[in-house]
């Protein structure tokens, strides 16, 4: 989705007002723009002495972190030049070793984020550090995250866009283990997503809360998932009904992997029917191959889903969609009539279609 800014500029009859901005005078590395250590508080002061100057100056100071980046081993990705960027420091104990670790967030031009965590040395002011985690999609919110504490420890949880289009975007969570050897996602679901495809009868909502708990030895994280569809009339039909779908995704620990997986004995929704529901998979659309974005294929058909999202629906709604194809003609039951011509021929739509002929 592309955006425009509009500006309104204030205007009388006969007069014009304009303003000219000055050329941003330059500074360069000879002023103390590049990071002296690959301290986080060093990285952060300098960001943000260039932010600052830019901001309340409009001083434009480059900050060049290629040698930082290359000190510190890892990939300059979109960092190397962080003239415009923006800085933040946190502080919380992710390891469980003693000393808490230093959480430095970098930011640029609206789009791409970067975290990197750093454990304290064995000398003062001495950071070593762990890894990092880029998130480079950030078209409607910037990526931000929260320190989860369970099962006796801390977790860092991104939160994160992972789509959009036209009508329609999605974020998801990913939790991270942070250990001395490093940072290692564990878990990743989808959290929160919304469609309005112009065509189609149909629009969802979608939304996840993650609830950790523990027995014993077993640690389990319940993933609570609500699904709000709207169905909306065809052509100039002004029927709306709503669907609520409330399931949840049970994940448990999985110690020889490390990470957390579903456990489909005590889930009410499956991990395909998510994804199909919040438009993201790996099965081509009618349109084509989709478009990738990191670990995820996005899609947009005349459906607003992916694969079988429609199909998923009447999956989920089975006990109002039978009710409403016993019924009476009413507009719902027309919009439902429709509505099944653009589902595949799965036993569900069948068994609708076989109750509305009686």
């Not at 969802?204 to 609570?224: H, M, N, Q, T």
């Amino acid at each position: 989705m592309r955006f425009f800014t509009l500006i309104l500029v204030p205007h009388l009859v006969g007069l014009v007002l304009c303003s000219a901005q000055a050329t941003p005078r330059t500074r360069t590395n000879e002023d103390g723009s590049e990071p002296r250590s690959e301290s986080p508080y060093e990285i952060a002061r300098i960001v943000h002495r260039a932010s600052r100057s830019w901001k309340e100056e409009h001083i434009e100071t480059k900050v060049d972190l290629s040698s930082t980046w290359k000190r510190l081993g890892i990939d300059a990705g979109d960092f190397e030049d962080c003239t415009y960027c923006e800085a933040r420091l946190f502080r919380s104990d992710l390891d469980g070793k003693p000393g808490r670790e230093a959480i430095l967030k970098l930011t640029k031009s609206g789009d791409s984020c970067r975290y990197l965590i750093f454990r304290p040395g064995l000398v003062k002011r001495d950071w070593k550090l762990i890894g990092y985690i880029d998130h480079d999609f950030n078209r409607y919110q910037m990526a931000h995250h929260r320190i989860v504490r369970a099962f006796g420890r801390n977790w860092f949880v991104l939160y994160g866009q992972e789509g959009s289009g036209s009508g329609y975007y999605l974020y998801g969570e990913t939790w991270f283990a942070v250990t001395r050897a490093g940072i290692r996602p564990i878990l990743n679901y989808v959290v929160d997503g919304h469609t309005d495809p112009v065509m189609g009868g149909l629009k969802w909502e979608l939304s996840a809360r993650a609830v950790p708990s523990k027995s014993g030895a077993d640690r389990r994280i319940r993933l609570l998932f609500e699904v709000r569809n709207l169905a909306h009339g065809f052509g100039e039909s002004h029927f709306a009904k709503q669907f609520i779908v409330r399931r949840h995704a049970d994940y448990a620990w999985d110690r020889k992997a490390g990470v957390f997986k579903t456990d489909p004995r005590s889930s009410t929704i499956s991990e395909a029917e998510m994804n199909a529901v919040a438009n993201t998979g790996e099965d081509p659309s009618e349109e084509g191959g989709g478009t990738a974005i990191g670990q995820s294929t996005f899609f947009s058909s005349l459906k607003g889903f992916v694969g079988n999202g429609f199909e998923v629906f009447l999956r989920l709604n089975m006990r109002p969609l039978t009710t409403i194809a016993a019924g009476p003609d009413t507009p719902a039951r027309e919009w439902l009539r429709e509505f099944l011509g653009q589902c595949n021929d799965i036993p569900e739509k069948l068994r609708l279609e076989k109750a509305m002929q009686k």
